[in-house]
């Protein structure tokens, strides 16, 4: 063989090899394969009630309501089982509480025999709103099909028939779409199978906790267990899905409620056997049919390092070194995409990164500049990576990252912090908002008195990009808290949580601006899930908190 | 014990022996639930099939076409099952023929992963206009919910989807109401689960058949295979019930066609352990969930005498004389109505039994006096009755007929006859209809070659009230073969039914009128049944008549 010839068939070999390599899955078939095992081991059996509705609602349009509307106890339950349906079409029940599960409803005839068949439409509402607006023609920017108004053909009598698809809702409109003028019918039935994965109920709170912070725990705790189905949901009426940014919340909410662990262990193990194929987290996975993530979706590069506070806090709760250990290698990987990015002074190139397909989300908030943000986030993930990796022995595997906190903390300190205003400033425009500032407070950039001085002159400083939803609410006030403004904590708890009890919140909404009720990330206020997942909390908050929430 | 006591305990006695006679029940239960019984063992299993589009079709707006739509061939069915849905929303799928069952459809996803529920629409037609024309606001007489489009809520991809209600049609209309705009999908297959009781096909007609009644054989065929299902139904699409009238006709087709007799045993066997507690039987009965009767309906005084007739035929048919003794206390029973409405004439009082909530139905016509058809149909079920007593030897019991047969058919001649018209008139304002002559000459009440002249004279009469749908089209028909006028039979059955086949039927519909494609008994046309029963008996005439239709 000549040396020509020896040579290209090197070359080949070389580049045979270095296509394996880049196919090659980060963590072997075997390795998924076995934590998905435990993520389905560890699905907990739903807890399934029958629940019936406690009477009808009148729904009125009223500007001083919440969304304009006002809703009012209605007749007796028993009037809707015993009164032609037809002479009731367009009204509405009401179950009294946020309920997540399949909905049933029977129908007989009333004094002749059914000629024809029935058609009915339910509209299922987890506010007074969504049984009150019209939802055609649609405005939304998400599929349509996540209203919850179902169509149904009743073709024999009597009927006791379960729409198919999960429900989520307090309140359900009855329309009468067609019928026959030969027969009438009522009602005569309907309930909920309600299901939820908590079994047993929290601690009460100290008799000494003032009633409003009675009142958000309660709605809180609701929310987290309509979320808590065979994942942490981030809503049960949309989307449904398990999110690493929910996840990090609602496990850290469950830890000082329900205590639910296994659950946190199985969505831990779920997101990382269903991980990119390059070790790199997907943000979100669906269960069914199989588990799977959502293929093609960008990189929510936030939410990936984020999974390792949600690993670090459940060893923390649980002990469960034995997980920790098994998928430290998920965590230590996350932690290879915080220097892609950086520039020489350490500081995040957040525009490259965007530019590049990758999701900065931080907060629903269009105007929101997430540079300052995302470097708050990875210095956080980082010291929270490295605590990890202290309690399992594993600092070692992770040495670059104490160099890296140093000269990000030091970027930020150099090239964000405007001195003359004492706050951080993110991306060209030099913009000041909460998140911004809560997130490099929360990274301990500065020092304790200094973070203080930060969030004070936040508060003064009016032009302020606001928080979008409650989840950077969570952020701030944990921001607040960390640094000593306890008082400015509660009274955030207070009104922002407060405001949505106040305005009737069952449990606490995906998104709510008290200046905006109608604010709506995707177009169509009704499409918002008002039980969502990153509302929930204000119960962490409260019970970890006893001596801030639960005394007068 | 005195006298007067003895008086009050026997009066008191005869009062509640009195009261029990008068609710009892003319047929025992005993008796009724053997014949429900047999009825029950004689319930068909279904022939099933699965059946796919053949074609994607191209419905548009066309003056000239039926109903003012006309359809093409489209694109190839392939076209569907692999382009995105959303770029195909509106578009209809053909099966090319009539089909009655229960639609499955599959969705997979395009490329990407699935993160939301879509909502179909689905409308079902039996003809074009169903698929193209607004439903809403709906403005028919009858329930809005006859009409067939379903809407479904996807939640889970992929999903294979059987809508619950069994529908009948040729044409399906596929909209997408909501989707996701972060994923595509396919509706990779669909198809129907066909079903009907016919399981054998008829013998072929003579090759020397002329093309038009070969065209009307097949689609009358058609029709009635589609209404042939757990029993004769009238329409599959709607109302899909047992009626009498609808029954007689379907029996006697079958005869000529399927020979499903057992289907027709069971029918008779419904109705007569359905019938009225005074024995009277009720017009149609419903199979399900259990076999019941429509309650506080009208009587239907021309169906109960007509029960006879298929009666008498089965019988003819089968031979089968342990039914017919059997179900002949019914037909006995029902001849106890003839006298109840008869003047001194022997003429029947159609007003006043109307008045007293008799339903006299005849024909869709609203125009239509009815007296003299009944007149007609009473005096014809009385023949048909007495010749089904003749076979199995029961005229003894029936001896009231031959008297009442001459009294009313004197009554006829005298009273209803305008000898200068040469035709039979009807009610005070002296109507001339197809169905008074058609009824009064199949009744027999002049003589053959009388007969003759009074339809010929018929058709001269241009202001003569014309039948309003085929059900009454079936029996001008057979009065015009029964007289001779085989030609003119000949003529109807090309151009009435033959008219029906050059506007496209693939089964022949409840109500045609040439001259009005949208006529419609429920204020919408596209509530109308398009394969309908009654519309079926052409096949009767074609193969019953060999010598007039199988031959050039």
């Not at 090197?10 to 078939?29: E, G, K």
């Not at 698809?165 to 003028?181: D, N, W």
């Not at 906790?209 to 309660?218: L, R, V, Y």
């Not at 690993?311 to 070194?321: M, P």
């Amino acid at each position: 063989m000549n040396q020509q010839l020896k040579k290209i068939i090197l070359s080949t070999f070389v580049l045979l090899f270095a296509s394996q390599l880049s196919a090659q899955d980060f963590y072997n078939t075997q390795t998924r394969d076995k934590w998905l095992k435990i993520a389905k081991d560890n699905q907990p059996k739903l807890v399934e009630k029958l629940k019936y509705p406690v009477s009808l609602a009148d729904i009125t349009a009223d500007a001083s309501a919440f969304q304009g509307y006002k809703t009012t106890k209605g007749k007796d339950i028993q009037t809707l089982y015993t009164t032609s349906l037809k002479k009731q079409s367009g009204n509405v029940i009401d179950f009294g509480e946020h309920l997540t599960g399949y909905f049933t409803f029977s129908l007989q005839t009333l004094n002749s025999t059914a000629d024809a068949p029935v058609r009915l439409k339910f509209t299922f509402g987890e506010v007074p709103s969504e049984v009150s607006v019209p939802f055609d023609p649609y405005t939304g920017g998400l599929s349509r099909a996540w209203l919850q108004d179902e169509v149904v053909t009743v073709t024999e009598f009597p009927a006791t028939i379960t729409i198919p698809r999960r429900l989520a809702f307090r309140y359900v409109k009855i329309e009468v779409l067609g019928s026959s003028p030969y027969f009438d019918f009522v009602l005569n039935d309907c309930f909920i199978k309600a299901t939820t994965s908590v079994s047993s109920l929290p601690a009460p709170l100290a008799s000494t906790t003032p009633e409003i912070f009675s009142k958000i725990d309660k709605v809180a705790l609701n929310t987290l267990k309509e979320c808590m189905q065979t994942v942490f949901e981030d809503g049960p009426k949309r989307d449904r899905r398990l999110w690493i940014g929910d996840v990090v919340l609602e496990s850290q909410a469950n830890m000082y409620s329900f205590k639910e662990h296994t659950l946190t262990k199985r969505c831990l193990y779920l997101l990382a056997g269903l991980a990119q194929e390059d070790g790199f987290l997907y943000s979100n996975v669906f269960e069914t049919p199989v588990p799977h993530a959502q293929e093609k979706s960008p990189f929510l590069f936030d939410y990936s390092l984020l999974y390792n506070v949600a690993l670090k806090e459940y060893l923390g709760a649980t002990g469960d070194k034995e997980t920790a250990e098994d998928l430290w290698p998920v965590a230590k990987r996350q932690m290879d995409n915080i220097s892609k990015y950086l520039d020489k002074d350490g500081v995040f190139n957040a525009a490259q990164a965007a530019k590049d397909g990758w999701w900065l989300f931080v907060d629903w908030n269009d105007k929101l500049d997430r540079q300052a943000s995302l470097q708050g986030i990875m210095i956080y993930s980082m010291k929270e990576t490295l605590a990890l990796a202290k309690m399992i022995g594993k600092e070692k595997e992770v040495n670059q990252l104490s160099g890296l906190i140093t000269k990000m903390s030091n970027g930020a300190k150099t090239k964000l912090f405007e001195k003359k205003l004492g706050l951080f400033v993110s991306g060209a425009s030099h913009q000041v908002s909460y998140a911004s500032q809560s997130w490099l407070v929360l990274a301990g950039v500065l020092k304790d008195n200094e973070n203080q001085k930060v969030l004070a002159n936040l508060q003064k400083y009016n032009e302020a990009v606001k928080p979008g939803a409650p989840y950077m609410y969570h952020y701030y006030v944990q921001a607040l808290i960390n640094c000593g403004l306890t008082n400015d904590a509660k009274s955030i708890v207070e009104t922002y949580w407060g405001g949505m009890v106040n305005k009737g919140a069952d449990t606490f909404w995906e998104v709510y601006d008290p200046t905006n009720e109608k604010l709506s990330p995707y177009g169509f206020y009704p499409m918002n899930s008002y039980c969502h997942a990153w509302s929930c909390t204000a119960t962490y908050f409260i019970r970890k908190y006893p001596n801030i929430f639960q005394k007068q």
